[in-house]
Antibody
Framework: EVQLVESGGGLVKPGGSLRLSCAASGFTFSSYSMNWVRQAPGKGLEWVSSISSSSSYIYYADSVKGRFTISRDNAKNSLYLQMNSLRAEDTAVYYC???????????????WGQGTLVTVSS | DIQMTQSPSSLSASVGDRVTITCRASQGISNSLAWYQQKPGKAPKLLLYAASRLESGVPSRFSGSGSGTDYTLTISSLQPEDFATYYCQQYYSTLPTFGQGTKLEIK
């Protein structure tokens, strides 16, 4: 069974940093591109970042470029999101999500974690 | 970025009704469109991809169609468990984008 479990969320002050993790199991993690998608309270979904299976290709939404860094450790079946210079508007539930197709990747998402809440507030 | 516009933003319907949600892209996306269902406090669930292909395990009352810039999600006969928020998402671009969502409520 495919499982994605996020952790690392919490309360942080504006300008602070936080590192999210996503532990994957039940599939060959190293074969899939992975993504972070967020949802502000009461709002819609916003794609944040993608990383290809071998970390060769990395993409960011304009709203987080230069502040967030996505990475992965295929040996540990883990995905990460390092978030720096956090702002109030980064407050959201952050989901990790798997690309539907292995290797090539498509950036539509067939498995999602349960999400971890990040709150940026003084 | 490709902008995705869903309509309506909200919709009231009854069990057994047929409902249609529309998604329009700001440029052609060559059927690179997915639909998701999200219930309160839960992660989104993939319903359809490639505009009209049903994800495994999704009931056949869900269907999708469209081409170019205009796409639709249809639920042929609403069931109680279908009341949720629905999102379209384009993956034609390197930077995927979602529609703003359509909240489907019980009439």
């Amino acid at each position: 069974e495919v499982q994605l479990v996020e952790s690392g969320g919490g309360l942080v002050k504006p300008g602070g940093s936080l590192r999210l993790s996503c532990a994957a199991s039940g599939f060959t993690f190293s074969s899939y591109s992975m993504n972070w998608v967020r949802q502000a309270p009461g709002k819609g979904l916003e794609w944040v970042s993608s990383i290809s299976s071998s970390s060769s290709y990395i993409y960011y939404a304009d709203s987080v470029k230069g502040r967030f860094t996505i990475s992965r450790d295929n040996a540990k079946n883990s995905l990460y999101l390092q978030m720096n210079s956090l702002r109030a508007e980064d407050t959201a539930v952050y989901y990790c999500a798997r690309d539907r197709i292995a290797v090539a990747g498509t950036r539509d998402f067939d498995y999602w974690g349960q999400g971890t809440l990040v709150t940026v507030s003084s | 970025d490709i902008q995705m516009t869903q309509s309506p933003s909200s919709l009231s319907a009854s069990v057994g009704d047929r409902v249609t949600i529309t998604c329009r892209a700001s440029q052609g996306i060559s059927n690179s469109l997915a639909w998701y269902q999200q219930k309160p406090g839960k992660a989104p669930k993939l319903l359809l991809y490639a505009a009209s292909r049903l994800e495994s395990g999704v009931p056949s009352r869900f269907s999708g169609s469209g081409s170019g810039t205009d796409y639709t999600l249809t639920i042929s006969s609403l069931q109680p468990e279908d009341f949720a928020t629905y999102y379209c998402q384009q993956y034609y671009s390197t930077l995927p984008t979602f529609g703003q969502g359509t909240k489907l409520e019980i009439k």
